[in-house]
């Protein structure tokens, strides 16, 4: 019996560009076939409860302006009518996977034992409805930022008896994970990092993180998890500085805790933004280093200069994400999550749906705009071209030398490079084609 909550809104369907139709889809045709893929497989969607269902429309300056049927979130019989009305939005949308953190799906106890017995008995239902409906999940995890005991941190934290919560915390989420059949299970560090240096012992927090982390991996390995251990880079917000900056400093650590063959990276484009970085940028260090392994596509406002999460509706960036995602080979275990919220005004059900299916929508289109562009091979080509010098064996062999070879070369043979075109507009000119 469907709760009525999205009442009058139908099964999205796809119904091609010429549609007016402001709740169908007309690019996200899942069973369109891309470079050899059907489309739902290359973007692997879902949809994330905390900001759709747990965020209640808050801001700093006011408190909820959405009134849910399911509000407020302190008990167990709402928790499972959240979980109903969710399962009706994926119904709606028919996208494959969700994603959740468990202060999401469970209300918060104030002690471990009992979320831990209300987080068993939540996910014991949303099994059961997984079951019937056929989605599945993405990645799970544990908010370690929101409740007071977080403040200081979670793994960084310097009262050992918060890390120990952490553990226990973690564990429980990737239990829950695990018995989900979850694909990966996520780590955001919200406040793992710092307010001011005065009370910080830098070098001590990073070691007890990627302590924590190795813990994770070892856990993983002994429940038998097959999934991909991830963790998300974000510069700031909460924390003043957060440890995880971006994907290169994140890389880097897992490279100094012996992780890099164990942990990807969950790359989101409004972090990339306050990281001063564009969303490709980041895609492209992670790939470089075999490291991508599932995105949170959202957008950021560009005049805010915080986390807006907004759904994103951007066709060039979004393009451009996919493209060097494709070329990457794709996702593995990865996918496109929303950790996207609707406007603070957008209080209808309807809004809801909307955002889930125009982000959707937009997706797809950005999708065939890159997969076009490789087909099309014109920025590969004009890449191969820039680099073709080093073709040469002269060239090649210069990277097995040294600088006094190389110098005497330089001496002998007279060379003074001449500068050559980098030919931006010209390629700008061409992703505009696609787009
Ligand atoms: C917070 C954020 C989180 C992570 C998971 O900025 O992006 O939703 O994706 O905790
Ligand atoms: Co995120």
Redesign the pocket.
């Known amino acids: 019996m469907p709760s009525g909550f999205f009442e009058g809104i139908e099964k999205v369907q796809f119904e091609g560009v010429d549609s007016k139709n402001p709740l169908a889809f007309r690019h996200y045709n899942r069973d369109e076939i891309i470079m050899g893929k059907r489309m739902e497989d290359h973007l692997r969607f879902a949809v994330a409860w ?1 900001h759709s269902f747990a965020w209640e429309g808050g801001d700093p300056f006011g408190g909820p302006t959405f009134e849910r049927p399911w509000y407020p979130q302190d008990d167990m019989g709402r928790a499972r009518q959240k979980a109903d009305i969710a399962f009706e939005l994926f119904e709606l949308l028919g996208q494959p996977f969700f994603c959740w ?1 468990d202060a999401d799906i469970r209300p918060e106890q104030g002690n471990f034992a009992d979320n831990l017995r209300t987080l068993e008995e939540i996910t014991d239902y949303i099994g059961e409805k997984m079951q019937v409906s056929g989605t599945k999940l993405l990645w799970g ?1 544990a908010n370690m930022f929101s409740h007071r005991r977080w403040m200081s941190g979670a793994s960084t934290n310097p009262d050992p008896d918060v890390f120990a919560f952490a553990a226990a915390t973690v564990k429980s989420c990737m239990d829950a994970t695990h018995k989900l059949g979850g694909e990966n299970y ?1 780590l ?1 560090g ?1 406040r793992e990092g710092y307010e001011t240096l005065l009370n910080t012992d830098l070098k001590t927090e990073l070691d007890h993180m990627g302590r924590f982390l190795n813990m994770v991996v070892e856990y993983k390995h002994k429940i038998g998890f097959k999934g991909t251990i991830l963790v ?1 880079p ?1 510069p700031q917000e909460p924390s003043k500085h957060q440890y995880d900056y971006d994907a290169a400093t994140c890389i880097s650590f897992l490279r100094k805790y012996g992780l890099e063959n164990e942990v990807k990276l ?1 790359l ?1 484009q409004g ?1 990339a933004i306050l990281a001063g970085h564009s969303f490709e940028h980041e895609i492209a260090v992670a790939t470089a280093e075999g490291m991508l392994g599932s995105i ?1 596509m959202n957008r950021n406002d560009y005049q805010s200069g915080w ?1 807006t999460d907004q759904f994103p509706n951007n066709t060039p960036e979004v393009a451009l994400a996919y493209y060097y995602i494709l070329k990457a080979g794709g996702f593995t275990t990865g996918g496109t999550n929303f ?1 996207a919220k609707i406007r603070r005004q957008s209080i209808d059900a309807v809004d809801l749906a909307a955002a889930h299916i125009g982000g959707m929508d937009i997706c797809a289109r950005g999708l065939k705009a890159a997969a076009a562009m490789i087909e099309d091979g014109g920025l590969e080509n004009a890449l191969s071209q820039r680099y073709s010098g080093w073709k040469s064996p002269h060239a090649a062999s210069m990277l097995g030398s040294s600088l006094d070879e190389i110098s005497a070369r330089v001496l002998n043979e007279g060379i003074n490079p001449e500068p050559q075109s980098g030919r931006q507009e010209i390629l700008e000119n061409y992703v505009n084609r696609f787009v």
């Open positions: 905390w953190h995890t996520v955001w919200g998300e974000k969950n989101e972090h949170d986390d950790d």
